[in-house]
């Protein structure tokens, strides 16, 4: 029998995140929530209950990790499964979907004598997330929502703490869209009624006043239940942005500054190259993210004052097709900064050498190039990207000055 690898002692409810996140999709909050609902039953992320209680988690790649990886990105996936799904203090089994052995080690958890090839269907679908650059909400949908083997929807709500946190932040937006969503009823402070509006937004309650919106923006209820979905993805998007903007500031300062000692002439040359690349390919991809915020300010902009029904409908139906290329540059300009952090961390020395600086800039510039070196490729299989977007957060530009 296969051995399987680690056990992780460590306590899993530090990780609990009460659905997907970017980083980490908790199907056990998931299940614990939408367990007894027969729709969590017909269309489960994974077919093997256990596993679909599990965490799944991008998980960035450790020194002592590296001999039994088989990637040279520097995240990974990482499956962890519970030892015990009513007592997550005792840890549970971890497996990184890229290691060695990957598929015999599963088979040695959840060996289905049978059905087996349930098991294997499970296991193409963790390769599916692996090859994911997040595990938000918005981006799984996309991938999973028209799938052969669709995933309920379940899945694909927001966090209620991320929501608590967005909150505040789109109600401000919000507020020029009130007298459309709630007619001309009196009563109320605009703040208030759309602090209302925002739960009622990313709730996905699509019910009550709601439809003056629906009727406003000439939906069918398919159209509109698309053009929500689309608005929170836009809006979650956006917050996201706001979010990640200082971190990736105060990175992209560091990595200027970052002192390499005992680089010969060539590898000096290399690593001012590399550093320049990463740099540069940080801030393409937050210039795509704020092409995409640019277009719906412009057309929620023109909706707000009248101007333009059919623009901002037309947005929110299309918005879905841009989360791949929205998630996956999201996921970059959010996680390097904290990989950097990670790394600096264990840096007490105050500088580089040379030899780490090769290694650590090598996995920065993996982790932000679109295209795989000398290939011509795009990384994505063919996926278009679509310069066509998502709202700015009233945020500056990041620049490398």
């Known amino acids: 029998m296969t051995r399987i690898r680690e056990t992780v002692r460590s306590d899993l409810r530090n990780i609990i995140k009460g659905g997907a996140t970017s980083r980490i999709l908790d199907l ?34 450790r020194a002592h990790e590296r001999p039994y990886v088989m990637s040279s990105q520097p995240v990974v996936t990482k499956v962890l499964v519970p030892l015990a799904h009513d007592d997550l203090a005792l840890g549970g089994h971890a497996v990184f979907v890229e290691e060695l052995g990957f598929a015999a080690k ?85 703040d208030e009624r759309a602090m209302r509006f925002t739960r009622q937004l990313l709730s996905g309650d699509l019910d009550g006043r709601m439809q003056a919106l629906r009727r406003s923006l000439d939906m069918t209820e398919i159209e509109f239940k698309s053009g929500i979905f689309g608005w929170k993805g836009v809006l979650y998007y956006r917050w996201c942005m706001s979010e990640a903007l200082g971190a990736l500031k105060s990175f992209i300062t560091q990595l200027k500054a970052a002192s390499i000692v005992g680089a010969s002439a060539q590898e000096h040359h290399e690593l001012q190259h590399m550093r320049r690349t990463i740099i540069d390919e940080t801030r393409h991809r937050w210039k795509s993210l704020t092409s995409v915020m640019d277009e719906y300010e412009r057309v929620f902009g023109r909706f707000c004052r009248g ?49 780490e600086a090769m290694m650590l800039f090598s996995d920065f510039t993996a982790s932000v190039t679109r295209f795989a070196p000398g290939s011509g490729a795009r990384p994505e299989d063919g996926r278009r990207r679509m310069h066509s977007p998502i709202p700015h957060p009233v945020v500056q530009a990041v620049s490398a000055a």
């Not at 992320?45 to 960035?60: D, M």
């Open 28 to 61: 056990h909050s998931i299940a614990k929530r939408y367990g007894e609902f027969d729709a969590h039953a017909d269309n489960p992320f994974f077919q093997h209950s256990r596993l679909n209680r599990c965490f799944v988690v991008k998980h960035t790649v």
């Open 106 to 190: 599963m088979r040695t958890l959840f060996e289905r004598t049978d059905e087996p090839h349930l098991l294997d269907l499970d296991l193409i679908r963790l390769r599916e997330l692996a090859a994911l650059p997040s595990f938000d909400p918005f981006l799984i949908a996309e991938r999973f929502r028209d799938h052969v083997r669709p995933i309920d929807d379940c899945y694909f709500n927001i966090t209620d703490a991320e929501v608590d946190r967005m909150e505040s932040s789109v109600a401000k937006q919000i507020v020029s869209v009130i007298a459309l969503a709630f007619g001309e009823e009196s009563g109320g402070r605009d």
């Open 307 to 355: 101007e333009d029904v059919n623009g901002f409908r037309n947005f929110l139906l299309k918005a879905p097709t841009l989360f791949y290329d929205v998630g996956s540059d999201l996921s970059v300009v959010s996680h390097i900064p904290g990989y950097w952090t990670y790394w600096a961390r264990q840096n007490t020395k105050g500088f580089l050498h040379a030899r």
